[in-house]
């Protein structure tokens, strides 16, 4: 139990920590790799939560395909570092953070009031099932087909869209 | 499952809350993007959480969905900002002429 | 996946725009001709399947383990996302030339957005909802800026990509936290639960991001910045279909969400909130619309304030309201098309005669187009008999019935704040005569097209009655 405990803290403040640093870097590549970081450590907190299957995919398509993507983009537009990272609207950075803390607290407050634990008895069997790829295969090809043809269709879209925004060839 | 559910829930409105944050206030292109990636990371993060916790797969199922439509989302964006950076040769948003937010 | 062939009946007009993109693409690969080729084609699947949603409005039905709704209000829905594509189809065949993008992707990216209109407007589970609203939107941001060559598009279609991932951040965020509290994403079972649901606060912020992050799609206040620019910068026919095509999707993604929770027993819980937004988005849509110079920028303004009064029937919250939101959208849906289709016919090469000054003495150079632009003037800006008209009259009447009378006063306000800047564009076409010539490039698909959208807005003007009837008939 103990373990457990101390194994969320240590991945909580690490996602937490590198979310920070994502948006304060001035650097994009370094604020890319915290990105990873923080995607890294949201796997390791699946697989806490007994989602195996999503911990590995998180690993594979976020860390890995997408952040790499990410990664070359900026490699390939070499943008120099900002002077000025942040807006230099004052009222819009500090409407951002009243916002910002305001729905937090918010949420906290929705959170800790609601108390949905408290409605919700884990049975670790049960919450270890719903997490293999048994599990959300059959749910994906049967109840869920239809979303499934959907992201067919979407990535085809993405393909092509993607397509014709950087190789098509113009006059 | 010693944790309780709502130690998860606060670390991923706090990651929403920096994503928001993010967005709102960066001003290159790709990092507003990546400050997106981190919200939607985020509810994946509270979907699991519910999905684990309730012995329901299908939050896992829609967390699958949202990196679906992540992929999709970054392979089209960042063929826009590439787009842009050829013509425009910055992806600063403030020097966007017609973009006034 | 079937369980009897009626089902598959029911969803053939899905079925027929997926076969469509489909082949589109293999037509794309093997064909020399294939920009005319595809266009079409895909004329005649939008056709397709809108007659085929009308002739089976009647086969209500829940199909694929709960996933899809056919038949009743859904179908109409279809047949409006179809046929406005067909008439951008239409519309695009000469413009696309004029505009540098003369390519066949051009419209399967068209295709692929109605299809996920079609999951929108037909979902029964917020996977659905999702999906429709990403597939719709992935296709939005790559054929605003279809034109990589064109700065504007660029810019854009980068503005338009970073709010709209916002906002679906927003929406999955809203989702989830449904998800943990209701323990289900089917909508029917969601809404069943709803009186023990509406005091767990964790659900009422869920429901809030999600309504938040959808008004973003509808482009009502406060997300409406990103409009104008969207519509100035990406090309005509495409601006046309953002806001028609778009905006019914995410209305009728609405409808399919808050609309039966509010029609449930516990009433309307977000009156407050969606009546602040409709006066909001009325009000600045109408008054900022007047200083406009620019023709795309005063429609897009427009677009904002139409999207208020809609919200009004949202927050009148009865059947009636929702009703008039479907009217509406078709109404709205031809209207707007045909100005959006007049203005590419109008348009130069490069994007020149979009400045409000172009239309001056437009009467005397071509009478047809003057008298099309003016029918639809007139039913945007709500004067009887055209379908305009009735939409917000179907609005204003449910919230009457809500006893929001005064909401209903404002609308009727900001109608006639925006009756200024529609009848200014008619004094200028007959009253002014133009400052500089400009040469009219002839398309003949294009003035079919708006020919078209015409009749349909006259018709819907004439006999609202029957159209109000039958879709009332399905709530």
Redesign the interface.
């Given at each position: 139990?103990l373990l457990?405990?101390i194994i969320?803290i240590t991945l909580?403040l690490i996602?937490?920590v590198s979310?920070?640093l994502?948006?304060t870097r001035s650097n994009?590549v370094i604020?890319?790799l915290f990105?990873i970081l923080?995607?890294g450590a949201?796997a390791g907190?699946?697989l806490?939560?007994?989602?195996q299957?999503?911990a590995v995919?998180?690993v594979i398509?976020?860390a890995g395909?997408?952040m790499v993507?990410?990664l070359f983009?900026?490699m390939?537009?070499r943008?120099e570092n900002?002077k000025?990272?942040?807006?230099?609207n004052p009222l819009?950075?500090t409407?951002?953070?009243v916002?910002?803390?305001v729905?937090?607290i918010?949420?906290?407050y929705?959170?800790?009031?609601?108390?949905?634990?408290e409605s919700?008895s884990?049975?670790?069997a049960?919450?270890i099932?719903?997490?293999t790829v048994e599990?959300?295969g059959t749910?994906?090809f049967?109840?869920?087909?239809?979303?499934f043809?959907?992201?067919g269709?979407?990535?085809?879209?993405?393909?092509?869209?993607?397509?014709?925004?950087?190789k098509?060839k113009?006059? | 499952m010693h944790i309780q559910i709502e130690y998860y829930l606060i670390l991923s409105a706090f990651m929403f809350i920096v994503g928001v944050v993010g967005v709102l206030t960066r001003r290159n292109a790709i990092v507003v993007f990546m400050s997106i990636e981190l919200m939607l990371n985020s509810a994946n993060l509270t979907m699991v959480a519910f999905s684990s916790y309730l012995g329901n797969a299908v939050g896992q199922l829609f967390v699958f969905f949202v990196m679906a439509v992540a992929a999709a989302e970054a392979a089209v964006g960042l063929a826009i900002i590439i787009a842009l950076f050829r013509n425009k040769l910055t992806i600063n948003i403030d020097e966007l002429n017609i973009l006034k937010w | 996946m079937f369980n009897n062939i009626q089902e598959f009946y029911n969803m053939l007009p899905m079925i027929i725009i997926g076969a469509g993109i489909l082949v589109s693409i293999v037509i794309e690969m093997y064909s020399r001709k294939s920009e005319e080729l595809i266009a079409w084609f895909s004329v005649f699947i939008f056709i397709a399947a809108a007659i085929y949603s009308l002739l089976t409005v009647n086969s209500t039905s829940i199909i694929l383990q709960g996933m899809l709704a056919t038949g009743g209000n859904v179908n109409i829905l279809y047949f409006i996302f179809n046929f406005g594509a067909a008439i951008v189809t239409l519309l695009s065949l000469d413009y696309i030339k004029k505009y540098g993008t003369y390519y066949g992707e051009y419209y399967i990216l068209l295709q692929s957005s109605v299809l996920g209109m079609m999951f929108m407007a037909g979902a029964k589970d917020l996977f659905m909802i999702f999906l429709g609203l990403e597939l719709m939107s992935i296709c939005f941001y790559a054929l605003a800026g279809i034109n990589r060559k064109r700065l504007n598009a660029n810019e854009a279609s980068l503005k338009y990509f970073l709010l709209g991932a916002f906002a679906t951040g927003f929406v999955v965020y809203g989702i989830a936290l449904i998800f943990g509290t209701a323990q289900t994403t089917s909508i029917d079972l969601i809404v069943a639960k709803f009186q023990e649901l509406s005091g767990n606060l964790l659900f009422i912020a869920g429901i809030l991001l999600f309504v938040i992050g959808f008004s973003f799609k509808i482009a009502a206040f406060p997300f409406h910045m990103w409009v104008p620019d969207v519509y100035q910068g990406s090309a005509t026919t495409i601006a046309g279909l953002f806001s028609t095509g778009g905006k019914a999707a995410a209305f009728s993604a609405l409808i399919v969400t808050v609309g039966a929770i509010f029609s449930s027993t516990i009433g309307n819980l977000f009156e407050p909130y969606l009546i602040v937004i409709s006066v909001f988005s009325m009000l600045i849509g109408s008054i900022v619309a007047i200083a406009q110079e620019d023709i795309k920028r005063m429609l897009a303004y427009s677009s904002i304030s139409h999207a208020g009064y809609m919200i009004i029937g949202f927050a009148a919250g009865n059947s009636e309201g929702l009703a008039g939101i479907i009217f509406y959208l078709a109404a709205y849906t031809f209207m707007n098309l045909g100005a959006f289709g007049i203005i590419a016919l109008i348009e130069g090469k490069d994007e020149t005669n979009l400045s409000i000054k172009s239309y001056a003495g437009l009467s005397h150079r071509n009478p047809l187009l003057a008298a099309l632009l003016s029918v639809f003037m007139f039913s945007l800006a709500g004067i009887p008999p055209f379908a305009g008209f009735f939409g917000k009259y179907y609005i204003f009447i449910a919230a009457i019935k809500a006893e929001l009378t005064w909401l209903a006063i404002l609308g009727v306000v900001s109608s006639a704040i925006s009756v200024y800047f529609y009848l200014r564009i008619v004094v200028l076409m007959y009253f002014k005569d133009a400052e500089f010539e400009i040469s009219l490039e002839k398309s003949n698909t294009g003035l079919f097209a708006v020919i078209v959208s015409a009749l349909l807005v006259i018709a819907l003007g004439v006999a609202p009655g029957s159209v109000i009837n039958l879709i009332s008939s399905f709530f």
């Open positions: 139990m457990e405990v969320f909580a996602a937490a979310a920070i994502v948006v994009p604020s890319a990105l923080n995607f949201l907190i699946y806490l939560l007994n989602a299957f999503i995919a998180q398509v976020y395909a997408i993507l990410f983009v900026i390939l537009l943008p900002e000025k990272i942040f807006s230099s819009i950075k409407l951002a953070f916002i910002g803390g729905v937090f918010q949420l906290i929705l959170i800790f009031i609601v108390r949905p634990s919700q884990p049975e670790v049960q919450s099932q719903a997490g599990k959300i749910l994906l049967t109840e869920y087909i239809l979303p043809e959907a992201a269709f979407l990535l085809l879209a993405a393909t092509i869209g993607a397509l014709v925004l950087a098509k113009f006059e | - | -």
